[in-house]
């Protein structure tokens, strides 16, 4: 059984600075791909960023300032945010997926989301 439990959301002004985690279990096994999806205000959900044992892959959007990195002894991914801008405002969820792992992989596994909020 696969459980994901974001923390870390919250509210920061433009520019600023924010780290969400989330804790996964039963998700060690080598063949899982793990990822962030953020859906903001009246928009569809975006994939972030994906991570495998081989590479991590960011969107355009995040590119440069988000980092996605992970604690295998914990089993704890990290989202690491910074130069947050008001269109970074969004619901982020961790997700996980079996088999093929990039920005279009298929997240079946959802935790239950966090906001994030950046004012301007």
């Known amino acids: 059984q696969v459980d994901l439990l974001e923390s870390g959301g919250g509210s920061v002004q433009a520019g600023g600075s924010l780290r969400l985690s989330c804790k996964a279990s039963?998700?060690?096994?080598?063949?899982?791909?793990m990822g962030w999806i953020r859906q903001g205000p009246g928009k569809g959900e975006e994939v972030i960023a994906s991570?495998?044992?081989?590479?991590?892959t960011y969107a355009e959007s995040v590119k440069g300032r988000f980092t996605f990195s992970q604690d295998k002894v914990e089993n704890t991914l990290y989202l690491q945010m910074n130069s947050l801008k008001p269109e970074d405002t969004s619901v982020y969820y961790c997700?996980?997926?079996?088999?093929?792992?990039?920005?279009?992989?298929?997240?079946?596994?959802r935790g239950q989301g966090t906001q994030v909020t950046v004012s301007s």
């Open positions: 997700a996980a997926a079996r088999g093929y792992c990039d920005l279009g992989a298929d997240f079946y596994w």
């Open positions: 039963g998700t060690t096994h080598s063949s899982f791909c």
């Open positions: 991570m495998n044992d081989a590479r991590t």
